[in-house]
């Protein structure tokens, strides 16, 4: 069954530094989104993306944030220079297409920490 | 402001038995409301999408109602497995359908 796969599992970065985090979406999926998860809080929705373009965002999606799709397979987020707060685990998301009725298939998620 | 609440927030249950796991929404424009199951550590999977014209919709063991009006929602799991034991979030969309608004779960725990 196609899935939804993120890398790497867990990273590691200091404060200030960049990270990217990728996935690679579900072959025939044509919508992409970010989701993060603090410790012991609920999903939030970050950005979803369709045809090279970022389609929603939140509050959360600042400039500190960028997303990308660099080729045919793989759909990066981009941190320009982590804080603490920017620690949580990350998930990946695609659907085949963007209406509200639309299944979401998440990745199993990269946990990111921030020192 | 849109936000989703469950109820309880944890539930310890025996193998076997039922129990049922409650959701207010408050999203405006409504589209549908989701039910996931996440696994410590995993993405959350989904078990149903009901829109605003459904009332309840089943996947094996798991029903879920919709009450549009009241805007409730309910998650009945049936004959309990330890498997079972999970985070089961209740997720609602707006109109756009883009965005998923979560709430923050109710953890169930299956013991033998």
């Known amino acids: 069954e196609p899935e939804v796969t993120q890398t790497p599992s867990h990273q590691v970065t200091q404060m200030g530094q960049e990270v990217i985090l990728r996935c690679v979406p579900i072959?025939?999926?044509?919508?992409f989104y970010w989701y993060r998860q603090i410790l012991g809080q609920k999903v939030e929705f970050l950005v979803s993306?369709?045809?090279?373009?970022?389609?929603?965002k939140s509050e959360i999606f600042d400039d500190q944030f960028s997303v990308e799709r660099p080729d045919g397979s793989n759909f990066t987020l981009k941190i320009r220079s982590t804080k603490l707060e920017d620690s949580a685990m990350y998930f990946c998301?695609?659907?085949?297409?963007?209406?509200?009725?639309?299944?979401?298939?998440f990745g199993p998620g990269t946990r990111l920490t921030v020192t | 402001k849109n936000q989703v609440e469950q109820s309880p927030q944890s539930l310890i249950i025996l193998e076997g038995k039922n129990c049922t796991l409650q959701?207010?929404?408050?999203?405006?424009?409504?589209?549908?409301l989701r039910w996931y199951k996440q696994d410590t550590g995993r993405g959350p999977v989904s078990l149903t999408i009901?829109?605003?014209?459904?009332n309840t919709k089943s996947n094996g063991r798991y029903t879920a109602t919709l009450d549009a009006d009241t805007k409730q929602s309910s998650l009945h799991i049936t004959a309990s497995q330890l498997s079972d034991s999970a985070s089961y979030i209740c997720?609602?969309?707006?109109?756009?359908?883009?965005?998923?608004?979560f709430g923050k779960g109710t953890t169930l725990s299956v013991s033998s």
């Open positions: 959701c207010n929404y408050t999203v405006s424009p409504f589209s549908n």
């Open positions: 009901m829109t605003f014209s459904e």
């Open positions: 998301a695609s659907s085949e297409v963007g209406s509200g009725l639309s299944e979401q298939y």
């Open positions: 997720v609602a969309s707006n109109q756009a359908g883009t965005a998923l608004i």
């Open positions: 993306f369709y045809n090279n373009e970022i389609s929603e």
């Open positions: 072959s025939n999926h044509l919508y």
